[in-house]
């Protein structure tokens, strides 16, 4: 747990080429974020594979809402 704790607060403010700002937009789902998973959770990666670029393969989209369809 202080592995991760201390790890996540390094990568927060980590330096990145191309990185426009110092501060972020960053919001985390639980408070805090990193919970004891015990036995029950197991992180492994089974699959491997080549791929000219990540952006296909997490499409983003943006859609407009207006208020008065709220």
């Known amino acids: 747990m202080t ?22 937009n960053l919001a985390f789902p639980f408070t805090p974020p990193e919970r004891p998973a015990g036995t029950a959770y197991r992180f492994s990666i089974d699959r491997v594979m080549a791929v000219d670029g990540l952006a296909p393969l997490f499409p983003v989209t943006a859609e407009a809402v207006h208020p008065r369809s709220l």
Do not use: D, N
Request: hydrophobic fraction near 35%.
């Open 3 to 24: 592995v991760a704790k201390s790890t996540k607060q390094y990568l927060l403010h980590l330096a990145f080429p191309g990185r426009l700002s110092t501060s972020g």
